[in-house]
């Protein structure tokens, strides 16, 4: 009985800590790399998307240097 009620608050809190942390990962952009120009960076942001990654967007750091973030 003492075996099963631990088992049972243990399964309990990993689904608790699974659902909160699931949603707040979904919301952040993930940096993937730095490109020369804005075509470069967006055909491979598409290319993230052909694997499932939901979105992309590309954002200009210098006139040189166009950041890839993904989620």
Known sequence: MR?????L???L??????????PAQ???WIYKGAYPTK?????AG????????DAFKC???SASEVDL???
């Open 26 to 28: 979904a919301d952040t």
């Open 59 to 61: 954002v200009l750091v």
């Open 13 to 22: 809190a990993a689904l608790t800590v699974t659902g909160i942390s699931a």
């Open 46 to 53: 598409l290319s993230y998307q052909r694997q499932g990654w």
């Open 39 to 43: 075509s470069a960076c967006a055909n």
């Open 3 to 7: 075996v099963r009620t631990t088992l």
């Open 9 to 11: 608050s243990l399964g």
């Open 69 to 71: 973030y993904v989620k």
